[in-house]
Nanobody, 131 residues
Framework: EVKLVESGGGLVQAGGYLRLSCAAS????????ICWFRQAPRKEREGVSC????????YYTNSVKGRFTMSSDNAKNTVYLQMNSLKPEDTAVYYC????????????????????????WGQGTQVTVSS
């Protein structure tokens, strides 16, 4: 059974930082791609960052480029999202999602993933950034 468990969310002031973790199990980690998505109240779920576990290259959407860093520890089957210089507009529930293959699109200098392309999801972790 594929399982993804996020942790690390919380309340932080604008300009602060958080590190999210996503612990994966139930599949061959190196064969999959994992993305971070987020969903703010009354907004659609959007892709934030993605990584193919076999090469470790990270892709970011424009709104987080330069502030967020995605990384992985393949020995622990865990991915991380280091979020720096947080803004109130980063407030959302953050999810990690996995798929057997990286599916992303390039647009206007950034990359984005579509939620429908990712088969497995965690339960989400709340990130709240106060102004």
């Amino acid at each position: 059974e594929v399982k993804l468990v996020e942790s690390g969310g919380g309340l932080v002031q604008a300009g602060g930082y958080l590190r999210l973790s996503c612990a994966a199990s139930g599949f061959t980690f190196d064969d999959y791609a994992i993305c971070w998505f987020r969903q703010a109240p009354r907004k659609e779920r959007e892709g934030v960052s993605c990584m193919s576990m076999d090469d470790g290259r990270a892709y970011y959407t424009n709104s987080v480029k330069g502030r967020f860093t995605m990384s992985s520890d393949n020995a622990k089957n865990t991915v991380y999202l280091q979020m720096n210089s947080l803004k109130p507009e980063d407030t959302a529930v953050y999810y990690c999602a996995a798929n057997e293959g990286l599916i992303i699109k390039y647009s206007n200098g950034g990359y984005y993933a579509a939620p429908d392309d990712y088969a497995y999801w965690g339960q989400g972790t709340q990130v709240t950034v106060s102004s």
